[in-house]
């Protein structure tokens, strides 16, 4: 089992996508509390999900390098804070849907994932068919917040209906 170092963006879409149970085999979720608090903003029903290994920690003091690259690419306080709990844990996930902040931590050697990540991750792992992921992807522009390119979208479709043919 692996540990996630969580920002906001996949928690508050896989929530809208129904589909929070991706997360299930991470032994532990680690989540600043500003992190937390904008989730259970935008996804209140997060907060009584009790199914999920969720460990809010207080970030460490950010330091000078870090600090150099939030200004530069004008990341929020939440991600500034994941990329700072990140560094306690080099051996976690980072999830994050923010493309800059997906850059920053694949400078520090992060490992990254979105929230299109986990969905296919889930169809690896064994935890959901291609059918299940599939029909989630299909719908994920109508059912989500998530900003992704249709091209994109498209592409990361065909990919599993290749790779898998609907398992």
Same mark, same amino acid.
């Given at each position: 089992? +692996?540990?996630?170092?969580? $920002?906001?963006?996949?928690? #508050?879409?896989?929530?809208?996508?129904?589909? *929070? $149970?991706?997360? =299930?085999? @991470?032994?532990?979720?680690?989540?600043?509390?500003?992190?937390? +608090?904008?989730?259970?903003?935008h996804q209140p029903e997060i907060a009584g999900y009790i199914d999920l290994p969720f460990e809010k920690i207080e970030a460490p003091l950010v330091d000078e390098k870090l600090a150099t690259f939030a200004k530069m690419f004008s990341?929020?306080? =939440?991600?500034?804070?994941?990329?700072?709990?990140?560094?306690?844990?080099?051996?976690?996930? @980072? *999830?994050?849907?923010?493309?800059?902040?997906?850059?920053?931590?694949?400078? @520090? =050697?992060?490992?990254?994932? =979105?929230?299109?990540? *986990? *969905? #296919?991750?889930?169809?690896?792992?064994?935890?959901? +068919?291609?059918?299940? #992921?599939?029909?989630?992807?299909?719908?994920?522009?109508?059912? &989500? +917040?998530?900003?992704?390119? &249709?091209?994109?979208?498209? $592409?990361? #479709?065909?990919?599993? %209906?290749? %790779?898998?043919?609907?398992?």
């Open positions: 089992m +692996s540990n996630a170092v969580l $920002d906001a963006g996949p928690l #508050i879409h896989l929530s809208e996508l129904r589909a *929070l $149970d991706v997360l =299930g085999d @991470f032994q532990v979720l680690y989540i600043p509390p500003v992190v937390w +608090s904008e989730v259970v903003h990341l929020d306080l =939440g991600e500034v804070q994941s990329l700072a709990v990140a560094a306690n844990y080099p051996d976690a996930l @980072f *999830l994050t849907d923010d493309a800059a902040a997906r850059l920053v931590a694949e400078e @520090f =050697g992060y490992k990254v994932h =979105g929230t299109l990540g *986990l *969905l #296919i991750r889930a169809v690896r792992k064994g935890h959901r +068919s291609s059918t299940e #992921i599939l029909e989630i992807l299909r719908n994920l522009q109508k059912n &989500s +917040s998530l900003h992704i390119r &249709s091209s994109l979208l498209s $592409d990361v #479709i065909k990919k599993i %209906e290749k %790779e898998w043919k609907s398992s």
